[in-house]
């Protein structure tokens, strides 16, 4: 259940930032739309479970050195790699310009993230 309401947040989340970036497109109509949405949901939540983690691993010292800024450019590189991987897949999802496009997606990604996330009902909660 968890990691439903993890790939719905994603969905959620990556729809805004294509709403609101020009730089970044979701390719499709009506039903294929949805259907590229969330695959680009599952296989950024794949990247963030596997890829990331090493990455933060990696970079710790830059991490600390930036009080916690180059964690915008790790996601910005998530978001980077999910759109390579979705051609790779066959999903019409393209991240244009990683400067402003990915940078400022990653940002939006996560703060709409955190907010699906507290709006989302969680049964440990409980």
Known sequence: ??????????????????????????????????????????????????????????????????LGLFLLVLNALMLTLTSWLAGLFGLDFVVQSFFWDAIIGAIIISAVSVVVDMLLPDPQRA
Do not use: R
């Open 1 to 66: 259940m968890k990691m439903l309401m993890t790939i719905i947040a994603n969905a959620v989340a990556i729809w805004v930032a294509a709403f609101l970036l020009d730089g970044i497109e979701i390719g499709g109509d009506g039903a294929n739309f949805w259907l590229t949405l969330l695959g680009v949901a599952v296989l950024f939540g794949v990247v963030n479970a596997l890829v990331k983690p090493v990455l933060k691993l990696l970079s710790l010292p830059l991490i600390v050195l930036t």
